[in-house]
């Protein structure tokens, strides 16, 4: 996310220089949260750009959920060894599914 806001200082300063926009579209929580603005934003049903978008991104967000609730279950030690130091942070929950 900082290289994609970088490129676009360097592209404020530099008119007729280039934006690398690809660097955007690989950042998961970018390309969610348009797709979710574009949809719920509208009183109509999603165009079909935006049902094709849906569909290429299901299987990356899934992994991205899988990959955060692995994450999450490795956390139990670290909470038990931080918990043996006195320290008592609130338990972290999975992500839905």
């Not at 404020?12 to 690809?22: D, H, L, R």
């Not at 079909?48 to 899934?62: C, Y």
């Amino acid at each position: 996310m900082i290289t994609v806001l970088a490129n676009l200082i360097i592209a404020a300063e530099n008119p007729f220089g280039t934006v690398n926009f690809e660097l955007a579209n690989e950042n998961l929580r970018f390309r969610f949260g348009g797709l979710k603005g574009g949809i719920m934003g509208s009183t109509s049903r999603p165009t079909e750009t935006q049902m094709r978008q849906a569909a290429e991104i299901g299987p990356t967000l899934e992994k991205a959920v899988q990959e955060a609730n692995a994450l999450i279950n490795a956390l139990p030690a670290l909470l038990k060894e931080v918990a043996d130091a006195g320290i008592y942070p609130a338990p972290v929950k999975a992500i839905g599914q």
